[in-house]
C-alpha cells in the first residue's frame, strides 16, 4: 500500500472515529455549537477522504459501487491476496 494510500485510510479512520465520540457526546449535549461545530469539521473531513479513496483506489464499501454496469466491489484481489 502507498503513502498517500495509508494517509487517507488514516485521515477516514480518524475522522470516523472522532464522529462516532462526538456523536455519543453529541447525545446528551446536543445544543452544544463547539461540538457541532467539531462534528462537522469531521464529517468533512471523513467524506473527502472517503471519495478520495474511492476515486483512486475503488469503492471502500459495497455501497460505494458507483458503475453502473459492472460490479467493481470484489474484482480486485482482497488486500491479503496481493498481488495477482
Known amino acids: 500500500m502507498c503513502s498517500e494510500e495509508m494517509k487517507l485510510w488514516n485521515e477516514l479512520r480518524v475522522?470516523?472515529?472522532?464522529?462516532?465520540?462526538?456523536?455519543?457526546?453529541?447525545?446528551?449535549?446536543?445544543?452544544?455549537?463547539?461540538?457541532?461545530?467539531?462534528?462537522?469539521?469531521?464529517?468533512?473531513?471523513?467524506?473527502?477522504a472517503l471519495e478520495a479513496l474511492n476515486l483512486r483506489y475503488g469503492p471502500v464499501t459495497p455501497f460505494d459501487v458507483t458503475n453502473p454496469t459492472k460490479w467493481t466491489w470484489t474484482c480486485d484481489p482482497w488486500p491479503w491476496e496481493g498481488e495477482v
Open 15 to 48: 475522522a470516523s472515529f472522532a464522529l462516532v465520540e462526538l456523536g455519543l457526546y453529541l447525545d446528551t449535549h446536543c445544543e452544544e455549537p463547539a461540538a457541532m461545530a467539531l462534528y462537522q469539521q469531521y464529517r468533512v473531513q471523513r467524506q473527502n
